[in-house]
């Protein structure tokens, strides 16, 4: 076909793709048109197919057609990242995962639940709770985010310095390769040292390796004490100090940072989140979540008290019961603020060292308000393990400005122990910053791993390297 033609346009095309999943497993025309493949602005498909599978045979037989036909596709999870990885192209259809959003077990005596890969993470988190468990990845998009798209990018979240990222919460995975062989190592063991670990080699590839299609995740038992404070802090020295004695409590399992720009752009937004006075160049959202209600409330309020008398906090709030913990989680999870006050924006969800993180965000302030005299910017994240989150506005211009902002952002990085992204992936917005931030070796062997598994570059094709 012409390439100007939309796939759309090739019946042939369709009525195969229909001949495998059925009538309910393909959208066509505005049902295509409608999604978004970014979760903050319109991006339609361009391809214009969506086919939905409701099995891994479906998968399967789908992937061994394109790969027969020489057919480029890309996988759609929740539609939450934010790097570009589910943008589609005109030559390339989407397989959503959409239809296979079953639980099929929680093993309580093994503490795993096996899912299908387009489960919802909130609907994970609800069917773990009613078994007394915990899933722990926690994230702002859990509404929509699905375990298979968290997997595919190694997803964090707001209690990784507790228990990990997903990668460390996973026990097995099953996935189909671009030529429709299925890879079954749905491992329920959590000690299992036979031959290659198939979980860590598909976890966090951004669906470049294979599809996801399910997984087996560990659970914890669920916690029976839930404390969140959040802190002003008068300086960078003093939230080190915070976060070195915090992470002596047993049960600490957040510790989110925000800078004054993000703390005030919240606390004035109207919408609720003004838990303490504007005006401390730091804030922290802390969290416990223990098993000893009593004696985890104790350390808890210990620990501020000392913080208090030692000069490290100058004003705190803590929640007296579920709606405030909610409350105040809230106050870093501000998705529609930034929409409303600063739209369009550039983020980055970067990793630095701690020690240096304030010195590298005060770089990156002084040569973007050099460059863009009305630059608005807000910095917060998981300080806890290394992790931040800077969202930039320079005006009306933002978008036309994306990649000389980008180029401020990542070239300064580099003079600093950091990573170009923590846990959204590099997708097709970081992809040409990647080269200077991984070294030679590691991008060859990524190549080569690619070229054995989908030599013929079908799966998110433009994704990554």
């Not at 299609?213 to 029976?224: D, F, H, S």
């Not at 003093?238 to 925000?258: D, G, I, N, T, Y």
Request: hydrophobic letters at 40%.
């Amino acid at each position: 076909m012409d390439q100007m033609t939309p796939l759309a346009a090739d019946t042939s095309l369709i009525d195969a793709l229909r001949e495998i999943v059925g009538e309910r497993g393909l959208l066509l025309g505005e049902d295509v048109a409608l999604r978004s493949c970014d979760p903050f602005r319109p991006v339609p498909p361009e391809g214009g197919i969506i086919v939905r599978p409701a099995s891994t045979e479906e998968v399967s037989a789908v992937m061994a057609f394109c790969h027969e036909r020489g057919q480029p596709v890309v996988t759609h999870g929740g539609r939450t990242g934010v790097a570009g990885g589910a943008f589609t192209a005109r030559d390339q259809i989407v397989i959503s995962m959409e239809r296979m959003n079953r639980i099929e077990e929680i093993d309580e005596f093994n503490q795993c639940l096996v899912a299908q890969a387009g489960v919802p993470i909130e609907v994970l988190h609800n069917a773990a709770s009613d078994a007394n468990m915990l899933y722990p990845i926690d994230l702002g998009s859990k509404g929509s985010a699905t375990l298979g798209g968290t997997i595919s990018t190694n997803a964090g979240g707001n209690r990784v310095l507790r228990w990990g990222m997903t990668r460390a919460n996973l026990l097995g995975i099953e996935v189909v390769l671009a030529d429709g062989t299925v890879v079954s190592a749905m491992n329920r063991l959590t000690k299992n040292n036979t031959g290659y670990d198939m979980k860590h080699i598909f976890a966090g590839t951004e669906g470049t390796l294979g599809i996801v299609t399910r997984a087996v995740v560990r659970l914890v038992p669920k916690p029976a004490s839930q404390q969140v404070a959040v802190v002003a802090v008068p300086s960078y020295d003093a939230v080190l100090e915070m976060l070195k004695s915090a992470r002596k409590l047993p049960a600490l399992s957040a510790f989110e940072v925000m800078w004054q720009d993000y703390y005030d752009l919240m606390a004035n937004s109207n919408t609720g989140r003004r838990p303490l006075e504007t005006g401390s160049p730091f804030y922290i959202l802390m969290e416990s979540m223990g098993y000893n209600e009593e004696q985890d409330e104790q350390q808890f309020m210990a620990f501020l008290e000392n913080s208090f008398e030692q000069g490290l906090i100058v004003d705190a709030v803590t929640s007296q019961s579920l709606a405030q913990v909610q409350e105040m989680w809230r106050l870093r999870e501000g998705g529609e603020v930034f929409a409303a006050q600063m739209w369009p924006i550039v983020s980055s969800d970067i990793s630095v060292d701690v020690r240096k993180t304030d010195e590298y965000v005060g770089k990156v302030r002084a040569k973007l308000s050099a460059a863009y005299p009305g630059l608005k910017m807000v910095t917060f994240g998981h300080l806890g393990d290394g992790n931040i989150h800077i969202g930039i506005h320079v005006g009306p211009d933002t978008v036309e400005e994306e990649l000389n902002v980008e180029h401020i952002l990542y070239d300064t990085l580099r003079d600093y122990d950091s990573a170009l992204t923590a846990e959204h992936g590099v997708g097709q917005v970081k992809k040409k910053f990647l080269p200077d931030h991984v070294e030679p070796g590691v991008l060859t062997v990524m190549r080569h791993l690619r070229d054995a598994l989908d030599p013929d570059r079908l799966l998110n094709r433009d994704v990554l390297l």
